[in-house]
C-alpha cells in the first residue's frame, strides 16, 4: 500500500502533462501545424492496411484509445459503428464531439476524458478497440494491456498503429526535435513487443516504413512533389522487405522501420 501511494503523485504528474501536451497538440493540428509530416503515401497506405486489420464493424462497438481529434472515431462512424472515444485530453474529447455532430454522427458516439491505463467502462463491451500512436505514450503500459484485454468481447481484436524506437537515425531525429513529443513518451523497443507477446500470445505485427523513411526527410526539408513520388516507389520496396505478418522472430530490418501495425487478439 506504501509504494502506490508513493507511486500516486508521478503518476498523476505524467497524467497531466500528457494532457496538457494534448490538448496543444490538438490546437496545432487544427491550425495546420503538424498534419503535413504525416498525409503522405505512405502513411494514408499504413492506414489503409490498418482499415482491412480492423475489418467491418458495421453495427459493432468500438472503443477509439487515445481518440487524438478524432480521425479514426469520425471513420469508424462513417462505416457505420457505435463508437466510444476516449482520451487524456478534455481538448481532443470536445473537438471530437464537434466533428461528430457536424458529420451527423454524434447519436452513435460517446465520448469522455479517461486515462487509457484505467478504463471506467465495462467488461467484455466492445467487439474492436482501436488506436494511433497511443501505447507508447503510456509509462505503464501492462495496465493498459489488461484493461484493452478486459473490455475486449471473447471473440473481439484490438489494432494499434505504433512507431518503433529501435532504428538508431530515427532516434537521433528525435533528440533534435524534442517538440514534437513528451518527455515521457517511449516509442517501442523489444521490450514492449515482448511485453505485448506475453499479454496477447497471438500478437501478430506488420511493419511499416524503413525505406520510406529517406521520402519522409525529403517531406522536412520543404519538398514535397520529389518525396509523394519516390515514396510510391518505396512503399512497393518495403512490402518485399519488411511487409510480412510475425508473431514469433522479428528480423532486422523490421525493427529498423518507424512504425508498426498490431493486432491483438482476446
Not at 487509457?116 to 474492436?128: I, M, T, W
Not at 520529389?226 to 510510391?232: G, K, P, S, V
Request: with cysteine.
Amino acid at each position: 500500500m506504501d509504494n502506490k501511494r508513493a507511486e500516486q503523485p508521478d503518476r498523476e504528474r505524467l497524467l497531466q502533462d500528457e494532457a496538457n501536451y494534448q490538448d496543444l497538440k490538438v490546437e496545432k493540428d487544427i491550425r495546420g501545424g503538424l498534419d503535413k509530416y504525416y498525409m503522405d503515401p505512405a502513411w494514408m497506405y499504413l492506414q489503409k492496411y490498418k482499415n482491412r486489420v480492423i475489418g467491418d464493424i458495421r453495427g459493432k462497438k468500438v472503443l477509439d484509445l487515445g481518440c487524438g481529434k478524432g480521425g479514426a472515431t469520425l471513420d469508424a462512424l462513417r462505416r457505420g459503428a457505435y463508437v466510444t472515444a476516449v482520451d487524456i485530453s478534455p481538448k481532443s474529447i470536445e473537438v471530437v464531439k464537434e466533428e461528430a455532430r457536424k458529420a451527423g454522427t454524434d447519436g452513435a458516439l460517446s465520448a469522455y476524458v479517461m486515462d487509457a491505463q484505467s478504463l471506467d467502462l465495462e467488461d467484455h463491451a466492445f467487439d474492436v478497440v482501436i488506436g494511433n500512436g497511443i501505447l507508447h505514450h503510456l509509462p505503464f503500459l501492462e495496465e493498459s494491456l489488461r484493461e484493452i484485454q478486459r473490455v475486449l468481447k471473447e471473440d473481439g481484436h484490438a489494432v494499434f498503429v505504433e512507431p518503433l524506437g529501435i532504428n538508431p537515425l530515427l532516434n537521433l531525429y528525435r533528440l533534435l526535435t524534442p517538440s514534437m513529443r513528451t518527455k515521457d513518451e517511449q516509442p517501442f523497443r523489444m521490450k514492449e513487443i515482448r511485453l505485448i507477446k506475453n499479454v496477447f500470445p497471438k500478437a501478430e505485427f506488420v511493419f511499416f516504413d524503413f525505406t520510406t523513411l529517406f521520402s519522409k526527410f525529403l517531406m522536412m526539408i520543404r519538398l514535397p512533389n520529389l518525396a509523394m513520388r519516390l515514396q510510391n516507389k518505396l512503399i512497393k520496396t518495403d512490402t518485399l522487405l519488411i511487409r510480412k505478418k510475425k508473431r514469433t522472430r522479428i528480423s532486422l530490418l523490421q525493427k529498423m522501420s518507424w512504425n508498426v501495425v498490431i493486432k491483438l487478439k482476446s
